[in-house]
């Protein structure tokens, strides 16, 4: 038996209760058999050789993506988007700071500086981490590396860069460090530029361009027992274009700080990790591709602690403690359009000192209670308190009680308006509420483990989560079509008011797995299954609509949030195969996976948005000598099942072709893929509506967003 093909060494043995073992198609893809880890586990030990958004990882690992701007997209756990998938970047909790969550927690670090990532959909351990429903996503840069000797000297260091052709895509990558034995200090950057992509049909996908950078600079510290790291990060994207969306990214800045501290305790260990990032948010327009003339601005900070104990009792049983807190501020306001009477003559304020803390607390105790069975039961608690000021309009002169109109017995210039209101009204009423909002959640997480035989294992799991809703759902205030059209992350076109009122999330979730493999290790197979029931699941409540054209297929509506209840299900396959091997051939292998989802509205068995249809993937791989390819086969049927109230397109089935192949000579790696080989056009199921093509050409309509055509991609790395 070769060492390449040993799924119990090289490959995903264990997958975690709710989400089965798709990362077998990911070449990074390392289990760890630790009874303290049920998640999936995807490793990058040579991830100088990525560039580029950390997307293409997490994708390897069954994450779906709602498709956002060129490194923003939005990532869909079992059918659920957004803040329902609670995203951790080196355990700091980002909040997205942006109306259409531009910035989301993924966009603040590239693939080049991933050390390890992990995915647990639906059913994570409460320890995981809270706010969430649809699962946790983990993403690690911090993994310090320390020398041997005394002396602190050079360590390693590496330089990337990586050519697409679909969108001209040039993206550079560095690293370098320095250690001793008890000192490390390392840095990474990127830069990555890139055009609007083309689609299978040779036509440009508007307002797809973008450009970013990151860094990160990482310093840490140890002995015997303890450890302490800090790390430093900055963050510029001067734009990048959302062609989903009314609006552009005209600049992000954001600096951040983590701070970690661990120790070895008698029987186990304590951590902990104090984070604080701060951002400076614009909106507006900046390619003819998409033109306008409207700036917004958010500023905002995170700031979080998290305490953590492990105590070992034995060496079969273990409890996790923690006591966390995270805070969150943000100001919202769109300045005044010097000689507009639409967008003045006073700021937008959208969102006024919005505070979003939470303080939790958490117990969970792991423990193998004989060679078959081991389980892992705990309980989180967690105080989510809201609060937003007082807002105003473009039109009026000041908050507070004394708010008036600018110009007395005239009609608000800021177009139509919902629910028969003006802003100026809507903005009284905010204004005379009590604002504060308290949400008490308690989630709790049964998992179990049973070996069946020496090839067959077991995995149950129960949970009940929580998630609070955020301060965009909360308190986006404004009603008139300019205002609303200007709140969401959907990528519909339509419009959003937020609704002080919210109930917080409850998701009740059951999901089973079960993994089958050949004595030999020849083979595996995983089979999940899924349902969540969520209660008071925030959809939109249609209160209005608006047509800027006399045709049908421009219509748009405004929705209001609101709390309904909803059932997702879903199943997934997946399995691996090795066809062949020999000394001149090399190993092959075969992968391939299947998934369905469904979700749904309680009241009238209506779809719920952005449902992912059945979808496959089968890919052959080959590795011999220095050389490693492979051909992957991804087809995705038709969507047919849409959410009416937002307008959501059908799109057709389609099935795309993929092409690859690596090769390492010592400290250099090459890589060749061809994507979408046959230049086939398809439309994003997930992609939502190009509103960039509707702004340049109304009499089109809302299409659906199309993917990318035929790119030629180059990278090359050298490691020294």
């Known amino acids: 038996m070769s060492s390449h093909f040993s799924l119990s060494n090289s490959q995903c043995v264990l997958s975690p209760v709710a989400l089965s073992i798709v990362m077998l198609l990911s070449p990074f893809a390392i289990a760890d058999e630790s009874i303290e880890v049920i998640e999936v586990h995807g490793q990058n030990p040579n991830k100088h050789e990525m560039l580029g958004s950390a997307e293409q990882l997490l994708s390897e690992l069954g994450v779906n993506f709602s498709a956002a701007g060129g490194v923003s997209s939005l990532p869909i756990l079992n059918g659920m988007m957004g803040d329902r998938v609670k995203v951790i970047v080196d355990g700091a909790d980002i909040t997205a700071a942006c109306g259409n969550q531009m910035n989301p927690p993924l966009s603040y670090i590239s693939a080049n500086q991933v050390s390890s990532y992990s995915v647990i959909a639906g059913i994570s351990p409460v320890s995981a981490g809270g706010d969430n429903i649809a699962g946790v996503i983990k993403v690690n840069s911090i993994a310090p590396q320390y020398s041997e000797v005394a002396e602190l000297d050079w360590h390693s260091g590496y330089v990337s860069a990586q050519y697409r052709s679909i969108n001209h895509a040039k993206a550079v990558g560095v690293g370098a460090r320095l250690a001793s034995d008890s000192f490390t200090l390392s840095y990474q950057g990127a830069f990555e530029d890139a055009d609007s992509y083309d689609d299978g049909r040779g036509d440009l996908v508007l307002d797809t361009l973008y450009r970013v950078q990151n860094h990160a600079l990482t310093g840490a510290i140890r002995d015997e027992k303890q450890q302490f790291v800090i790390k430093l990060t900055h963050q510029k994207i001067p734009f990048q274009g959302f062609a989903n969306q009314y609006m552009d990214m005209t600049d992000n800045t954001s600096y951040g700080f983590i701070s970690q501290y661990s120790r070895i305790i008698d029987r186990g260990e304590f951590q902990a990790q104090v984070n604080f990032n701060d951002v400076k948010h614009k909106m507006g327009f900046f390619t003819p591709e998409k033109t306008g003339m409207m700036p917004m601005n958010t500023d905002a900070q995170d700031i979080s602690y998290q305490l953590n104990w492990r105590l070992d009792f034995d060496a079969d049983t273990q409890l996790l403690l923690g006591q966390e807190y995270y805070g969150y501020r943000i100001d919202d306001w769109w300045p005044a359009v010097q000689g507009s009477m639409m967008m003045g003559p006073n700021d937008y304020v959208n969102i006024n000192d919005g505070k979003r803390d939470r303080i939790t607390g958490f117990a969970e105790l792991q423990k193998q209670l004989n060679k078959k069975w081991w389980v892992s039961a705990g309980a989180r608690i967690e105080h989510v308190t809201t609060n937003a ?274 090769a390492t000579w010592d400290k250099l790696t090459v890589k060749l893929a061809v994507t979408n080989l046959l230049d086939e056009y398809y439309q994003l199921p997930l992609g939502g509506v190009s509103i960039a093509q509707y702004k340049k050409d109304m009499t089109v309509g809302f299409n659906q967003l199309a993917g990318q055509g035929r790119s030629v991609n180059l990278g090359m790395s050298y490691a020294f």
């Open 389 to 662: 000021g007082e807002v105003q309009g473009y039109t009026e002169t000041k908050m507070g009680g004394g708010m008036h109109e600018n110009m007395e017995n005239m009609p608000s210039m800021e177009g139509m308006h919902a629910m028969g209101k003006s802003n100026e009204t809507a903005a009284a009423e905010f204004n005379a509420l009590d604002r504060k909002r308290t949400d008490t959640l308690v989630d709790a997480s049964l998992l179990l483990r049973y070996q069946v035989g020496a090839n067959d294992e077991l995995q149950l799991g129960l949970a009940r989560k929580n998630r609070a809703p955020n301060l965009y759902e909360r308190y986006s205030w404004g009603v008139s079509t300019m205002s609303t059209s200007m709140i969401g992350w959907f990528g519909d076109g339509n419009g959003y008011i937020g609704n002080p009122d919210l109930e917080a999330e409850t998701a009740y979730t059951l999901s089973a797995s079960y993994t089958k493999s050949a004595a030999d290790e020849s083979w595996q197979i995983t089979t999940n299954a899924w349902r969540s029931k969520v209660d008071d699941y925030i959809d939109g409540t249609v209160v209005d609509s608006f047509n800027r054209t006399d045709m049908a297929s421009t219509k748009r509506n405004i929705l209001k949030f609101s709390n309904i209840d909803a059932t997702l299900y879903g199943v997934k396959v997946d399995a691996a195969l090795r066809i062949f091997e020999s000394k001149h051939a090399g190993l092959w292998l075969l992968k391939a996976g299947v998934t369905a989802t469904h979700g749904e509205r309680d009241d009238s068995d209506e779809s719920l948005y952005q449902i992912m249809p059945l979808h496959s993937k089968i890919a052959i791989e080959q590795q011999v000598g220095k050389w490693q390819s492979a051909l992957s086969w991804e087809w995705v049927d038709s969507k047919t099942r849409v959410d009416a109230r937002r307008f959501e397109n059908k799109t057709d089935s389609y099935s795309l072709l993929n092409i690859e192949t690596k």
